[in-house]
């Protein structure tokens, strides 16, 4: 657990362009304990520290728990160092194409209410890179929908 953490907090860390005394400062936290947990030093960090955290880079605590990543979720490593780059939006019509699709299809499987807009903005952001790829430029609906089954499959209603 606590190397996916570390990855995660990271990750997220990354993405957000936050050094380890920025992340203590935003979350409230007193100097090095984020740095002691990534290196170990703290094994089971408090849930308190973990929420804020958390609430610091803009996710939930399951978010940094949970062991996948996106290249573990079988995403190509250029997508993923393209959305930690903060790429440019060459495609604009891709991109509101790819907003529309993917709010279709999380509306099609009852999921509106069950994910968040954080999330939301994610998906559409690792569609519209993987479809900015190919010509033509156009939404990889196949993509869209693994990414959306993966990402929100045990939020589904069943029935």
């Known amino acids: 657990m606590a190397s996916a953490l570390k990855e995660k907090i990271i990750e997220r860390m990354e993405a957000k362009n936050f050094s380890i005394a920025e992340l203590e400062r935003r979350a409230g936290l007193s100097i090095h304990s984020v740095r002691n947990i990534l290196k170990g030093r703290i094994k089971k960090p408090s849930a308190q520290s973990l929420?804020?955290?958390a609430e610091a880079l803009?996710?939930?605590?399951?978010?940094?728990?949970?062991?996948?990543?996106?290249?573990e979720a079988g995403f190509p490593q250029d997508i993923e160092r393209k959305i930690k780059r903060r790429p440019p939006l060459d495609y604009p019509e891709l991109m509101l194409e790819c907003s529309t699709k993917i709010m279709e299809r999380i509306t099609e499987k009852n999921l509106t209410t069950k994910v968040s807009i954080d999330e939301y903005f994610e998906v559409i952001k690792k569609v519209y890179l993987y479809s900015s790829r190919e010509?033509?430029?156009?939404?990889?609906?196949?993509?869209?929908?693994?990414?959306?089954?993966?990402?929100?499959?045990?939020?589904?209603p069943r029935g």
């Open 135 to 156: 010509e033509p430029r156009k939404v990889d609906i196949r993509f869209a929908e693994w990414l959306i089954e993966t990402q929100f499959e045990d939020r589904a």
């Open 58 to 71: 803009e996710c939930s605590i399951i978010d940094l728990m949970s062991a996948s990543s996106a290249i």
């Open 51 to 53: 929420q804020a955290i």
